[in-house]
């Protein structure tokens, strides 16, 4: 026996019940996308910030780190950023000890507690200015970041090639 035809809306998509899976009718249809001129396009990244990434921010665990002490400046152990950031407790530890010879961070007496504390006002205008650059631009901010690691990872590997004598 063949299952009746279910009837076509105008745009020729079924609009027939979905019995037994949850959903009303029509709920699955994909919905069309409208671009407009108010679509954002991705933000410019100002050069110093550019510059910044590109010398000091060697990954985006990093980056996330240090938003995280910028925009939440609690005293955080190695544990406490491990579950925010969703990492190990030992890339947690190693974050947090580059970010304190950075100058970002700042550790308590006996280094067990880190709080937001940069060394210097134009670093701290810096991360700032950073922080308001990736809430506009994650995957340009990310790509730079990406960017860089790859150029890195091949002149390494670029290191071990073997050449022919001239």
């Known amino acids: 026996m ?21 959903l009303a009718a029509g709920a699955w249809r994909a919905r069309p996308v409208h671009l407009s001129a ?5 933000a410019v990244i100002p050069e110093d910030i550019r510059r ?11 980056l996330e780190a240090a938003l995280l002490f910028l925009r939440a400046p609690t005293e955080r152990t190695a544990p406490e950023l491990a579950q925010a950031l969703y990492i190990p407790d030992a890339k947690a530890a190693a974050l947090l000890a580059e970010l304190q010879a950075a100058g970002i961070i700042a550790a308590d007496a006996d280094e067990a507690r880190y709080r937001y504390s940069p060394k210097t006002e134009a670093l701290a205008q ?16 990310t790509n730079l970041i990406h960017e860089q690691t790859g150029k890195n990872a091949q002149r390494f590997a670029d290191a071990f090639r073997l050449r022919k004598d001239p």
């Open 2 to 22: 063949v299952a009746p035809a279910e009837p076509l809306d105008e745009a020729g998509i079924r609009t027939g019940s979905l019995h037994g899976t949850g």
């Open 38 to 42: 108010s679509t954002r396009a991705p």
């Open 52 to 62: 910044f990434v590109l010398t000091s921010i060697p990954s985006v665990p990093y």
């Open 126 to 141: 810096t991360l700032k200015l950073l922080a308001s650059t990736y809430g506009s631009d994650v995957i340009g901010v």
